[in-house]
């Protein structure tokens, strides 16, 4: 079955520090990761996929499938990444491209 | 662009009426909708995937009858609550699948029952 676990109900970094955001999932067939954030008052929005293999607002995340992890790293946390993070899962190649997202990391970054 | 939008973003209605929520992508056509359910400090829990011209597809635990989904358009899923009671009340948000797979989230529609 699908599964995605955020062990983290919230995370909170001093302004400069590294930040990593876990995420563990559980998928049978070829997964596709996902993070998306969503930022006080506004909607939820892509933040970067594994497949792009890409950086977005120095957020980096790598899919581990030995150890079926999607962590998202930034080495210097920045006070306006405070927002509510999700890790989701889709299948590669599905059709119906559903996403199941985990229960989502508050991350709050200290001045 | 890629915009998602939805229809009102707030509601109050009475226990026992029916509730309508609208979805639309606004710059993009979207065969694939899908509707989410929000409590309170919680994640999204994915209620159904809503096909254009097609039957939506419920997820385990979801009443069909309870929350009929229409997809007329490729720009346009419904959403509507029937029988309405006061623990329905949530923040319903619908997605639309655009380019490369990407789901475009809209704003959400927070619908409180009396």
């Known amino acids: 079955a699908q599964r995605v676990t955020q062990p983290e109900k919230l995370l909170s970094v001093f302004k400069g520090a590294p930040v990593e955001l876990k995420c563990n999932y559980s998928?049978?067939?070829?997964?596709?990761l996902f993070w998306y954030v969503q930022y006080s008052r506004q909607r939820l929005q892509l933040l970067l996929r594994h497949i792009s293999r890409e950086s977005i607002k120095g957020f980096t995340a790598d899919l581990n499938k030995g150890e079926t992890s999607f962590h998202l790293k930034k080495p210097f946390a920045q006070e306006e990444d405070s927002a509510m993070y999700y890790c989701a899962l889709g299948g590669a190649y599905s059709s119906a491209s559903k996403i199941i997202f985990g229960s989502g990391t508050r991350l709050s970054i200290r001045p | 662009g890629a915009v998602v939008s939805q229809h009102p973003s707030w509601v109050i209605c009475k226990s026992g009426t029916s509730v309508k929520i609208e979805c639309r992508s606004l710059d993009f056509q979207a065969t694939t909708m899908f509707w989410y359910r929000q409590f309170p400090k919680q994640s999204l829990m994915l209620m159904a995937t809503?096909?254009?011209?097609?039957?939506?597809?419920?997820e385990q635990g979801v009443e069909k009858d309870k929350f009929l989904i229409n997809h007329a358009s490729l720009t346009l899923s419904t959403l509507t609550v029937t029988s309405a009671h006061p623990e329905d009340s949530s923040f319903y948000i619908c997605?639309?699948?655009?380019?490369?797979?990407?789901?475009?989230f809209g704003p959400g529609t927070r619908l409180t029952v009396l």
């Open positions: 809503s096909n254009e011209g097609s039957k939506a597809t419920y």
């Open positions: 998928y049978s067939g070829s997964p596709e």
């Open positions: 997605s639309a699948r655009g380019q490369y797979d990407t789901q475009y």
